[in-house]
Protein backbone atom coordinates (compact mmCIF):
# COMPACT_ATOMS: atom_id res chain seq x y z
CA UNK A 1 0.00 0.00 0.00
CA UNK A 2 1.16 3.90 -0.80
CA UNK A 3 0.26 6.48 1.56
CA UNK A 4 0.06 9.60 -0.10
CA UNK A 5 0.19 13.43 2.11
CA UNK A 6 -0.43 16.52 0.54
CA UNK A 7 0.67 19.82 1.76
CA UNK A 8 1.73 23.53 1.36
CA UNK A 9 -1.91 24.92 0.34
CA UNK A 10 -2.79 28.26 1.71
CA UNK A 11 -4.59 31.41 0.29
CA UNK A 12 -2.19 33.37 -1.97
CA UNK A 13 -3.30 36.57 -3.98
CA UNK A 14 -3.62 36.66 -7.83
CA UNK A 15 -0.23 36.15 -9.30
CA UNK A 16 1.10 34.76 -6.44
CA UNK A 17 2.97 31.37 -6.29
CA UNK A 18 2.90 28.34 -4.02
CA UNK A 19 5.07 25.09 -4.04
CA UNK A 20 2.86 22.04 -2.89
CA UNK A 21 4.35 19.05 -1.70
CA UNK A 22 3.43 15.18 -1.76
CA UNK A 23 5.12 12.91 0.28
CA UNK A 24 4.54 8.94 -0.02
CA UNK A 25 5.10 6.15 2.06
CA UNK A 26 4.61 2.40 2.87
CA UNK A 27 6.74 1.92 -0.32
CA UNK A 28 8.74 3.38 -2.83
CA UNK A 29 7.24 5.20 -5.72
CA UNK A 30 10.04 5.32 -8.00
CA UNK A 31 8.78 3.22 -10.46
CA UNK A 32 5.47 5.27 -10.43
CA UNK A 33 4.01 7.49 -12.59
CA UNK A 34 2.77 10.45 -9.95
CA UNK A 35 0.54 13.29 -10.90
CA UNK A 36 -1.95 15.98 -9.63
CA UNK A 37 -5.77 16.68 -9.52
CA UNK A 38 -8.05 19.16 -8.55
CA UNK A 39 -11.50 19.72 -7.51
CA UNK A 40 -13.85 22.58 -7.00
CA UNK A 41 -17.23 21.68 -5.31
CA UNK A 42 -20.05 20.55 -8.05
CA UNK A 43 -17.47 19.63 -10.48
CA UNK A 44 -15.40 16.66 -11.34
CA UNK A 45 -11.60 16.17 -10.35
CA UNK A 46 -9.68 17.33 -13.23
CA UNK A 47 -6.42 16.50 -14.14
CA UNK A 48 -3.77 19.48 -13.81
CA UNK A 49 -0.17 17.84 -13.99
CA UNK A 50 1.90 14.42 -14.20
CA UNK A 51 5.54 13.39 -14.39
CA UNK A 52 6.74 9.91 -15.56
CA UNK A 53 8.63 7.80 -13.46
CA UNK A 54 12.43 9.06 -14.33
CA UNK A 55 10.81 12.33 -14.88
CA UNK A 56 11.52 11.94 -18.53
CA UNK A 57 7.92 13.12 -19.42
CA UNK A 58 6.41 15.77 -18.20
CA UNK A 59 2.41 17.11 -19.10
CA UNK A 60 0.12 19.69 -18.00
CA UNK A 61 -3.38 20.71 -18.86
CA UNK A 62 -3.69 23.89 -21.27
CA UNK A 63 -4.89 25.64 -18.16
CA UNK A 64 -1.70 25.28 -16.59
CA UNK A 65 0.95 25.30 -18.74
CA UNK A 66 3.37 27.53 -18.75
CA UNK A 67 2.65 28.48 -15.03
CA UNK A 68 2.78 25.37 -13.48
CA UNK A 69 6.05 22.88 -12.99
CA UNK A 70 5.92 19.66 -11.61
CA UNK A 71 8.92 17.92 -10.36
CA UNK A 72 9.76 14.57 -8.25
CA UNK A 73 12.81 13.39 -6.15
CA UNK A 74 12.22 9.84 -6.13
CA UNK A 75 15.31 10.16 -3.18
CA UNK A 76 12.49 11.86 -0.97
CA UNK A 77 9.55 9.93 -2.41
CA UNK A 78 8.21 13.00 -2.69
CA UNK A 79 6.75 14.77 -6.04
CA UNK A 80 6.15 18.90 -6.33
CA UNK A 81 3.69 21.19 -8.04
CA UNK A 82 5.45 24.43 -8.18
CA UNK A 83 2.41 26.93 -8.85
CA UNK A 84 3.51 30.70 -10.45
CA UNK A 85 1.18 33.40 -11.48
CA UNK A 86 -1.97 32.12 -9.83
CA UNK A 87 -5.31 32.81 -10.77
CA UNK A 88 -8.60 33.21 -9.32
CA UNK A 89 -9.64 29.73 -11.19
CA UNK A 90 -7.12 28.47 -9.86
CA UNK A 91 -8.55 27.97 -6.60
CA UNK A 92 -9.51 24.32 -5.88
CA UNK A 93 -8.53 21.13 -3.66
CA UNK A 94 -5.31 19.71 -5.22
CA UNK A 95 -4.39 16.16 -4.96
CA UNK A 96 -1.33 13.85 -5.52
CA UNK A 97 -1.79 10.81 -7.03
CA UNK A 98 0.48 7.06 -7.60
CA UNK A 99 -0.11 5.31 -10.71
CA UNK A 100 1.81 2.09 -10.49
CA UNK A 101 2.31 1.71 -14.63
CA UNK A 102 3.79 3.57 -17.09
CA UNK A 103 1.94 6.34 -18.58
CA UNK A 104 1.06 5.61 -22.16
CA UNK A 105 -0.66 8.16 -24.64
CA UNK A 106 -2.89 9.99 -22.42
CA UNK A 107 -3.36 7.80 -20.12
CA UNK A 108 -1.54 10.34 -17.25
CA UNK A 109 -4.70 12.54 -17.30
CA UNK A 110 -7.29 9.61 -16.65
CA UNK A 111 -8.11 9.08 -12.98
CA UNK A 112 -8.87 5.96 -13.21
CA UNK A 113 -4.83 5.53 -14.25
CA UNK A 114 -4.59 6.42 -10.55
CA UNK A 115 -4.13 3.52 -7.73
CA UNK A 116 -3.19 5.77 -4.64
CA UNK A 117 -4.73 9.41 -3.76
CA UNK A 118 -3.90 11.62 -1.16
CA UNK A 119 -6.52 13.74 1.19
CA UNK A 120 -5.95 16.56 -0.50
CA UNK A 121 -4.81 20.28 0.06
CA UNK A 122 -6.83 23.27 -0.25
CA UNK A 123 -5.59 25.93 -2.72
CA UNK A 124 -7.21 29.31 -2.51
CA UNK A 125 -6.80 32.74 -5.08
CA UNK A 126 -9.22 35.32 -3.94
CA UNK A 127 -10.75 37.31 -6.48
Known amino acids: QVQLVESGGGLVQAGGSLRLSCVAS????????LGWFRQTPGKEREFVAA????????YYADSVAGRFIISRDNAKNTVYLQMNSLKPEDTAVYYC????????????????????WGQGTQVTVPS
Open 97 to 116: AAAPTYFIGRNYARLQTYGY
Open 51 to 58: ISWNSGGT
Open 26 to 33: GRTVSSYG
